[in-house]
């Protein structure tokens, strides 16, 4: 390199200066907070657009989690026989495919960052986090109507003696929390690799939906022998979607050592993909 | 070398962007395949201590082969309020220039340091959505430039009167004309708040109206509110009008820094010398063209300098790639500050058939021009009907001359070329005279 000593700029008020290498070890907290304003927007944009053009409009939030749980119930339980640990099949399903769908939405759509906005980046700076983190909020909007949904459905079969609200419920949050970062993280990821190699994308759609079958959303985690849970407990998706069961529904297995090592790997992730994601947005236009 | 030179008003005011030895360096044709490959390789070969096979070695071959340097060692202050003016020929460097102080991609090399708050308005509608109304865009542009929502509630009134859109504001933008897009997000730029904006021709597609509106808009915020300008543009009347200190960029390299008058005479002069051979490469993308045939070498018979009287002789080769059934030559004649003085058209010159060359000598009438420097600009053209034509082949700098003495003798001296004009016209024939 020709200068390979730090070019001097001389006074140093500058309020920023831009170097060919900054650190990548550094969480935009700071920048997401200043840029909140274009977060929400962003999240009042996906949604202003998200159905225009639809026949039903907005009552597709509702809808695709009710098809998909019908068609779960009819293939898993009807058909499979697979054990819903003495829970109603629908809800019991209904209770995974809504924290799935919100799970895999915000990792699919992070995944997407710099590809789907690619002409965007090009022409204008902002924090590029805030892109994944308000496709985060804006897919929780989403869980949260279809929540309402379940938690109607919950309320009218809680006559039947099959499902107990536990206090383990007010851990909701937490998991979701726990979810999102997981999705941010993989998807920071996943998005940093596909923007240099494209046919990484085509991966993307295959590893989410293998990554289902991999965590117990259509079948409960005390159908899996032993030996496999133990592999299980690498992914974080599993005891968190066990726990939420277990909370609302009454079924499951709550396990805190494996949350917290569930923990433990959404923060390696986060780290991971923090680091890739920050090499990554400082060069990746000049790749597209 | 560069040529510095700043006024002295200049000096004393406070240095709001600072670039030191800036270089981008871009890599050729290695996206895609062999990517993935080349970088597991060299990850594998670092992993095991042995040196990388995909090292470079020695900058210069590599640099020659898969990379070229989009900006190379450029440093220049800007101060506060100043509007400047970067010009340069494609690819010389200035959108790059505005890409690394935008941060939409980082510098290979050196450094920028900037005080205060930096907005570019890269393209018209950065950001904008369809389905969006007009006043949903401007929240949402403002906050992709870095707006808060209280500094658009502030001043998103005055946004609507700039943009001449009140009537459509609560329309979606996608049924906009591409005027009214240009209007609102140049209203949303208009008004931001930051110190430091960055232009890169964006009053290309507005009504000459309303170019005139955001010059002066652009000017009044410079003076009134100290803001800084960077305006890129290849439009030098709006360079004229708007900056007060230009750059001139080339194949990277900062080449001039100066008077705007200066600056584009000399990016005007730089284009084409005056020679008496010039050859000119294939552009096979050029799609102002329809690529059947190329221009490959003009030889100027007598000379670069002739009176006006004496005119220019030249003879252009090309090479016909496809068939064609009409061929023209158009000569277009440029000042050297830019503006269009004349065009002379040709006589049909024939058919030719496909993959054949020819040689055209021609004699270009100089009586009209005034005393000064000129460019041509050559373009082969077939008749299409309805008056419109074909433009197969296109130089638009093709060669440079001098007039150094023009037609009509006695008033030659005085001439002004810039009040009245670079054509000379007959002389006025007087009717008759009636003394009273």
């Not at chain 1, 500058?14 to 060919?20: A, N, S, V």
């Not at chain 1, 900054?22 to 200043?34: D, T």
């Not at chain 2, 082969?65 to 400047?84: M, N, P, Q, T």
């Not at chain 2, 552009?283 to 690529?291: F, I, K, L, P, S």
Request: hydrophobic share 45%; glycine share 8%; proline share 3%.
């Amino acid at each position: 390199m020709r200068q390979a000593e730090k070019v001097d700029l001389g006074s140093d008020d500058w309020t920023m200066e831009i170097r060919p290498y900054a650190s990548a070890f550094h969480f935009p907290i700071k920048e997401l907070w200043e840029y909140r304003d274009l977060l929400f927007l962003f999240v009042r944009r996906d949604f202003k657009t998200m159905y225009k053009q639809t026949i039903l409009g907005p009552a597709w939030i509702l809808l695709s989690p009710l098809l998909t749980t019908g068609m779960f119930s009819l293939i898993f339980g009807r058909i499979a026989g697979i054990s819903t640990d003495g829970t109603p099949a629908f809800l019991f399903y209904m209770a995974g495919n809504i924290l799935w769908n919100y799970f895999s939405s915000c990792l699919s759509a992070a995944s997407s960052t710099f590809i789907g906005n690619a002409g965007l980046f090009g022409k204008v700076y902002f924090p590029r986090i805030v892109v994944p983190a308000s496709s985060a909020v804006s897919k929780l909007i989403t869980f949260g109507a279809q929540f309402l949904l379940f938690l109607i459905l919950l309320f009218c079969s809680l006559g039947s003696g099959q499902v107990r609200i536990t206090w383990l419920c007010l851990m909701t949050p937490v998991l979701l929390v726990m979810l999102a970062l997981l999705a941010i993280g993989t998807g920071m990821i996943l998005a940093s690799l596909t923007a240099k190699y494209r046919d990484l994308q085509v991966l993307v759609g295959f590893g989410i939906q293998l990554w289902m079958y991999a965590s117990p959303i259509v079948y409960p985690l005390s159908q899996i022998p032993g030996k496999w849970r133990i592999l299980l407990s690498l992914n974080p998706v599993a005891y968190i979607v066990e726990c939420f069961r277990y909370g609302w529904l009454g079924s499951g297995i709550v396990s805190i050592p494996n949350l917290m090592i569930g923990l433990g790997i959404i923060l390696l992730i986060l780290f991971v993909g923090t680091v890739m994601f920050n090499k990554t947005q400082r060069n990746f236009m000049d790749t597209v | 070398m560069p040529v510095l030179r700043k006024g002295k008003e200049m000096e004393e005011k406070e240095v709001v962007i600072r670039i030191r030895h800036l270089s981008k360096e871009y890599r050729l044709g290695v996206i895609g395949r062999g990517t993935l490959q080349r970088d597991l390789q060299s990850w594998w070969a670092r992993k095991r201590g042995k040196p990388d096979p995909n090292q470079r070695i020695g900058r210069r071959e590599y640099t020659s082969k898969e990379c070229f340097y989009a900006l190379e060692d450029v440093s220049f202050d800007v101060h506060r309020g100043e509007r400047i003016g970067v010009i340069g020929a494609n690819g010389a460097g200035k959108s790059t220039l505005f890409k690394l102080l935008a941060r939409v991609t980082a510098p290979t090399e050196g450094a920028i340091g900037v005080k205060g708050r930096i907005s570019s308005m890269l393209e018209v509608g950065t950001g904008f959505h369809g389905e969006l109304t007009g006043r949903e865009n401007i929240y949402l542009n403002g906050a992709i430039l870095g707006m808060k929502r209280q500094e658009i509630d502030a001043c998103i009134d005055q946004i609507i009167a700039f943009s001449e859109c009140e009537e459509f504001i609560d329309t979606p933008v996608k049924r906009y004309s591409s005027g009214m897009y240009v209007k609102l997000a140049f209203a949303v730029a208009a008004h931001l708040n930051s110190e430091l904006l960055l232009m890169d021709e964006v009053l290309a597609v507005g009504d000459m109206h309303f170019q005139k509106k955001c010059l002066n808009k652009m000017t009044q915020l410079s003076n009134d509110e100290q803001k800084t300008i960077l305006y890129v543009s290849h439009n030098m009347e709006t360079i004229r009008t708007l900056c007060n200190r230009c750059i001139v960029l080339e194949k990277g390299h900062l080449v001039f820094d100066g008077e705007p008058e200066e600056a584009i005479a000399k990016y005007l002069g730089d284009v084409v010398q005056m020679k008496l051979h010039y050859t000119y490469e294939a552009d096979a993308n050029d799609r102002r063209t329809t690529g059947k045939m190329q221009f490959t070498s003009l030889d100027i018979k007598n000379s670069n300098q002739v009176t006006a009287k004496e005119g220019i002789g030249f003879s252009v080769a090309f090479r016909v790639q496809e068939a064609i059934a009409d061929l023209h030559l158009r000569c277009t004649i440029h000042s050297t500050d830019g503006q269009a003085v004349g065009t002379s058209v040709s006589e049909g010159i024939g058919a030719f058939a496909k993959n054949t060359s020819a040689s055209v000598g021609i004699h270009f009438d100089t009586t009209s021009l005034t005393k000064g420097e000129y460019v041509a600009e050559l373009a082969a053209v077939e008749p299409m009907g309805g008056g419109r034509q074909w433009r197969h082949a296109w130089l638009e700098h093709a060669f440079a001359f001098e007039i150094t003495e023009d037609a009509f003798g006695q008033y030659s001296l005085n001439r002004n070329a810039k009040k009245w004009g670079y054509t000379v016209y007959p002389d006025l024939k007087i009717k008759k005279c009636d003394r009273m």
